[in-house]
């Protein structure tokens, strides 16, 4: 699994909110500087712009120059790669975004408060059937610090920055002339090198 899979992965697919769980997504606008490490790769850091009242993210690879648009309620997700002038449709990435408001099952234990990018959360532990980790969340749903593990490694996502404004419509549209490709399921991971 690619870095930039990773991190959409921990920050956003966590099971569906129900009433003794945590909120998990923001309920707030903001945009946010996150670092990513897992074993065996250098360290990461990723943009996320978030538009809480439409759930779309767009996390940005500044290194790679690669940016993802996802749009929670439908499932969609896009990589604008703007080395080959493209806007990429991923059903990986896709199915991942659908999973993010379906995915249930999850126990979430409390462990106490702690602080991340200057900002109070409460962290928990969180088990699934094949993955488990820590997140420590804000009481308005961002995630502040995340280490995780499932069958395909592990990862930590931390926050090193959170600024709550607004985030307008354009973050989210895709560039205009970009062409549009289909990946087959497991070509983007092939496509970024992981």
Known sequence: MTSLAK????LLATPAQAADHPAFLPQHDLAATYLLTAP???AATYQLEYDASAQRARITDPLRGLTF???LPTGQAELIVPALH???EAPDISGLAAQIRTAGGATFLPLGPAHYAGLPCDKYEILLQNASGTA????????LHFAGRNPNGTATVT???VAYQ?????SFTPP???????LPPGALAQLLGG
């Open 159 to 161: 926050a090193l920055s």
């Open 40 to 42: 065996g790769r250098p």
């Open 69 to 71: 648009l996802i749009d």
């Open 86 to 88: 493209a806007i990429v």
């Open 166 to 170: 607004h985030q307008p419509d354009t």
């Open 7 to 10: 991190l959409l992965a921990l």
């Open 136 to 143: 420590c969340l804000t009481p308005d749903g961002v995630t």
């Open 176 to 182: 205009d002339g970009y062409s549009q490709i289909i």
